[in-house]
Every structure is written in C-alpha cells, then in structure tokens.
C-alpha cells in the first residue's frame, strides 16, 4: 500500500494557493493556479489532481486562455492514465497535443506524447510506445528539459526491456542515469541505478547486479525511502541467492520483509516469505519453509492476490513432497491449477479488454471520430457512448485472444496430467490414491481431447474445408444413441435426460458431422443446467407451410437460460455468453458456432428461445427430409 499522504508544509502550500485563487477575478490566472495544484499533487493524489485540472480547464475555456487549456487536457490525461481510464486519458492528451501545435510549444508536445506512449505501453501495443516515446524524446533534445528527458529516456528503455532487447534497454537507462547524476537527483539516480542492476541480473552479471543494486540502496536510504528501500533490499537478496550466498541472501530478505510489512505492502512481504522459503527448501529445511510459505499464501489470500497465491500453492506442494507429505502436496497441486486456470483466464479478458481499447484508438484517428471525440473532451461526459461502440467489434477483436486461451486451456490439463503421473509412479502412492490418480488423467485426457477437436473444426470450416460425406440416415436413432452415451455423465449431476422420437425421421446427412452437432447441444445443455434438472430432447418430422417434410430436433432444458444479449450473439464465433458451467466444466466458445455452420452445411437452420435468465433454453433444428 503506497502512502500517498503530504508533509504539514506542503499541504499549507496548497491551501495557501486554494486562498489565492479565491481573491483573483482573472479566469486564466485562476485556471494557471489550479494546474499548479494538480501538478503538485498528481503524484500522490490521481483524483485531487484530476480534480483541480477539470477546473482548470473550465477557467480556460471560459476565457478562451489556450495555453492553460492545453495544459489543464495535458493534466486530465496524465491523471485518467493513472486511474487506468484510457478512453478519456487518450482523448484528452491528443487534443493537448493539437493545441500544443498550435501554440508551437515543443515541451508541451513532448510530455503529452510520453503520456500517450505510457497508455500504449498499458495496452500492451509496445510499437506505438516506442514511437511515442522516441517523438517525445526528439522534441526534448533541444530544450533545456534534462529531468523530462532522463524519464523519457527511461521510458524507453522499459520498451526495450520487454521487447527482450536488454542491451538495448542497457543503453537508454544509462543515457537517463548520465543525465540524472548531472542534475544530482538521488531519487531519480537510484531508480535509474535499480533499472540497469535489473538488466545485468537478466543477463546473469550478478555481481555487476548486486554493485547497482546496493548503490541503489544507499541512495535510497540517504533519502529516507523506505519503501523503495524494500524493494532494493529484495533484489539484493535475489542477487546473493543467485550468487549461492544464502545466509546474505536471507539476511537481505529478512529485512526487506520487515520494510514491506511496516508499509503494510502485503505483495512484496509475501514474495521475500517465499524467497525465504526458496532458501529453506536448498537447506532441505521442509518444516520451515512450509511455514514461510503458508504465512505467505494467507498474506496473498487475505489481500486477493491471485497471481502470487496460486505460485504460493505451487511452492506449498513442492515442499510437502519434499516433506514426504504426499496428501498434502495433492491437495495444494489441485489448488495450484484450480486458481492458476482462474488467473490465466482473467488475464485473456484483460487483454481482449486491452485489444479491444486499442482498436477503439486507432479508430478515434480518422477525422470524423477525431471531431466528435473533441467535443466529449471538451464535455467530459458521456464516454459511455465511446464504449458502446466496442460492443460492435467485440467477436472479431475476441478471437485471437480466446484461442489464447484454448492454448492455456490445453497446458493446463496437460500439466496437471504430467504431476499425476508422477504421483502415479511414486512408491508411496497407494491403491486407492492410484484409481483417483487414474480418474483425474482420463477426465484431463478428455478435456484437453474436446478442446483440440473444437479448434480443429474451427479451422476447418473457416477454410471451407469441410466434405460431408452424406447418406441416408435416421436422426432418430442416431439421437437415442447419443442420449445413450451421455447418460452415465447425466447420472453424475443427477440429471434426468427425457427422449421421445417420431416415426420416419430420416435425412441425407453426413452421420459424423450430426453427431458433433448433437454432441455440442446435449453438452450444453447439461453443462449450463444444475443437479437434478431435466434436459428434453425430440425428434420428429413434419412438413412446413411449403409442404416440404423436415425432420425438426428439439434439445430444451431448466437452465440458466439467456439474456437478450446473449440471443443476438449466440452462434457467433469466439463468444462468451453470461451462462456459466455449473460442474467445473470448460468452455471455448466454439461450440454454437460449429453447430451452425455444420447445420448450414446440410440446407437446414438452428434458432434458440429462452424466456429470460434462469428460465432455460430450446434449441430447434430443422434439416431436408429424405423420402
């Protein structure tokens, strides 16, 4: 938890400017002081910063003052960018940045597109950072900036660093540092000193590490940062356990354990109890680090850390199967790919949300989006609109991204099949651990079976490489059978599956092909719905309107049913619906999809009806009879 609260000194600063504005009647001059004050406490306070420039930038525009408009836009941005509101952050700086031109203010220009390279960077669009950061920098190089051009510098070599170029990144972070010592700005030489100990432990120079990071320390210490201080201490540990220097390397965790807990950083004290652990564990101490460990995964639990939490259950189960524990290291192993499943999903969202905001930027380019996001700068309202328009262009934005998570999906079970089998084959093992073992690796086996099935039918049909192979068939049967099989795993959610099929209910169909199609309903349909719920399923033929005889397959269940919106996008590719598997069961978003296109195939159509949430779902498909 940073703490973000001002010196006594520096809070009178501010209510003294607050008096001053009061007693002035010039609207620029007010709107000057309010910049000042958000400029002042940007850096430890995003929302009374934002604050103070949106009254700037009324001021401005009621006094037509452009220099203190742009800078309040410049402000606006700055802030909406540390509150992760990318849509108004981007918006804001680009109109700074027009008025900037206007005004020929090249520092201005400058720190406006640093702030458009920081968004950028954010969404994960490296490339766009860069050249931001590299126009920011060009424009700097000729004023007397050094202190803009050190962090932009910085900046850039972050890029580098992430592009997996450390050299590189070496190069612009001691560019930043030259400048920096020059300027004899400690807390800016130390950061600068922490980057370039970083890329020389990347690159396995520890002892050249370790000499940035203890300078780093110093500086850091001299200036009374105590949480910075944490964070060099870690490293230093990180580096001497590297190093094989264990006792340092525990003596320098130990004490940036004790700096995180008194800042109440519960992240950074959780990752030293696990690095202490790492420790204990080469010491072959079991007992001790299962103790590190388990204060860590409850520091990590307690402040919903996931990420850490689930290495934390890792970590745990390594020890307990060092320990000879062999139930509990199961245990903690079952948590481990439980939360890490969870983890790796709501990353992929967060970068579908991330693809999708960058999609919206691009858009905002072109002169007619540029002109009505201009006047929803200049509102400050209704951004909701901006957004809405995402919803558009969401299925094509999602599908490289969801087939992501299909891969992750694939690692998943594949990892855990893999620990299985080690445990399978371990002396200690016993009968009864064996058949859960056994179980768990053919439940995994035919998770990861369903998955690959689902990509490959994807990329067949999107290629038009699907043959069917037709022949006169009876859906009926073919129907009965499929219920059949599925009635072991219906029995398992106490499901109750009810089958009524008609006379004469034969088509040319490709035989394979509806049974994938039956296949992705029936699951759904016991996926979607609870214990003890019943899925109807009908089988009939009948001839429309036109006389023409149809052979119509109705699945209906008690499920969680769907929404409008879910209607409208129910057999679109690569969609999330709001329903949710009730039995841990996995979803791509695949299925519907498929089962469209392959009923397309054979001249039939396949609608869905569903009353509202919670009230269930019937799908219906009609395909050509055959005499």
């Not at 094989?244 to 807990?261: P, Q, S, W």
């Not at 690569?574 to 009923?599: C, D, N």
Request: hydrophobic share 40%; net charge negative.
């Amino acid at each position: 938890m940073t703490n973000t609260s001002q010196p006594a000194a520096f809070s009178e600063q501010v209510q003294t400017l607050l008096r001053k504005q009061e007693t002035l009647t010039d609207a620029c001059e007010r709107a000057r002081i309010f910049n000042q004050l958000a400029t002042m406490v940007s850096a430890g306070d995003a929302v009374q910063a934002l604050t103070f420039a949106q009254r700037a930038r009324g001021l401005a525009e009621a006094s037509e003052c452009t220099d203190q408009l742009a800078e309040s836009l410049y402000l606006i941005g700055f802030c909406c960018w540390s509150k992760a509101d990318y849509d108004i952050a981007t918006f804001a700086t680009r109109e700074s940045i027009r008025l900037y031109e206007e005004l020929g203010d090249d520092v201005g220009r400058a720190k406006s597109l640093n702030t458009i390279g920081l968004i950028y960077w954010q969404l994960g669009d490296l490339s766009t950072a860069l050249g931001n950061y590299t126009e920011s920098y060009r424009l700097l190089k000729s004023h007397n900036e050094e202190a803009r051009e050190a962090a932009v510098l910085n900046n850039i070599g972050i890029i580098y660093r992430q592009l997996g170029q450390p050299q590189d990144a070496m190069k612009y972070y001691e560019q930043a540092l030259a400048i920096r010592e020059t300027l004899n700005d400690k807390a800016a030489i130390a950061t600068s000193l922490n980057s370039i100990g970083v890329i020389h432990f990347d690159l396995k120079n520890y002892r050249n590490a370790l000499a940035c990071f203890e300078d780093s320390l110093a500086l850091r210490r001299d200036a009374g940062a105590d949480q910075s201080e944490a964070s060099s201490l870690c490293n230093i540990g990180e580096t001497y356990f590297q190093l094989g220097e264990l006792e340092k390397a525990a003596d320098y965790f130990h004490r940036a354990c004790t700096k995180a807990a008194r800042h109440g950083d519960a992240n950074s004290e959780a990752v030293c109890l696990q690095n202490l652990a790492a420790i204990d564990m080469q010491r072959k101490k079991f007992k001790a680090a299962v103790q590190q460990l388990t204060t860590a995964l409850n520091l990590a639990s307690a402040h919903f850390i996931k990420p850490l939490e689930f290495k934390i259950h890792e970590a745990l189960a390594e020890a307990y199967a060092a320990a000879q524990n062999f139930e509990k290291a199961f245990e903690h192993y079952k948590k481990f790919f439980a939360l890490r499943a969870e983890v790796l999903t709501e990353e992929s969202a967060e970068n579908a949300r991330k693809m999708q905001r960058r999609f919206d930027l691009e858009r905002a380019e072109s002169e007619a989006e540029r002109q009505r996001i201009e006047a929803e700068v200049y509102r400050l309202k209704n951004v909701a609109l901006v957004k809405a328009n995402a919803e558009l262009t969401e299925a094509n934005m999602m599908k490289s991204e969801l087939l992501s998570i299909a891969a992750h999906d694939l690692r998943n079970p594949l990892t855990a099949i893999l620990n299985f089998s080690d445990m399978l084959s371990s002396k200690e093992s016993n009968e009864g651990r064996k058949e859960i073992y056994v179980n768990l690796i053919g439940d995994l086996s035919r998770q990861m079976l369903h998955i690959i099935k689902q990509l490959l039918n994807t990329t067949a049909i999107e290629s038009g490489k699907i043959a069917l192979n037709r022949r006169r068939i009876d859906l009926a049967q073919l129907t009965s059978l499929m219920v059949d099989s599925y009635q072991p795993r219906a029995d398992q959610k106490q499901q109750t599956l009810e089958l009524r099929t008609g006379l004469g209910c034969m088509a040319w169909a490709d035989e394979d092909r509806m049974m994938e199609v039956l296949d992705n309903l029936i699951s759904n349909a016991m996926k979607y719905s609870l214990e003890g719920q019943t899925i109807w399923i009908a089988v009939s033929r009948s001839a429309d309107e036109d006389a023409e005889e149809t052979v119509c397959i109705e699945i209906k269940d008690e499920g969680q049913g769907m929404t409008e919106d879910d209607l409208k996008k129910a057999f679109g590719k690569f969609q999330r619906l709001s329903a949710r598997p009730t039995g841990k069961e996995t979803s791509t978003g695949l299925g519907l999809a498929i089962v469209k296109r392959l009923v397309e195939l054979h001249g039939g159509n396949v609608r869905v009806a569903s009353e509202g949430k919670d009230k269930g779902c019937t799908f219906t498909i009609e395909l050509p009879a055959s005499i």
